[in-house]
């Protein structure tokens, strides 16, 4: 019994920290794509070009 509970959260803790690296690396890739969009807003009402 008592090894059940052992290997819950050993099982537990492992998915939290596969979570929380697969967080970290998923926010740089993110930042990029926000700013090229919002150059790309900037560049489309651009009041030079009117």
């Known amino acids: 019994m008592f090894m059940e509970y052992v290997l819950f959260f050993y099982m537990l803790g492992l998915g939290l920290v596969a979570y ?4 970290m690396d998923e ?10 969009e919002h150059n ?10 009117k």
């Open 20 to 23: 929380i690296f697969h967080e």
């Open 27 to 36: 926010r740089p890739k993110e930042v990029p794509r926000t700013k090229v």
């Open 40 to 49: 790309k807003e900037q560049w489309e009402h651009d009041p030079k070009e």
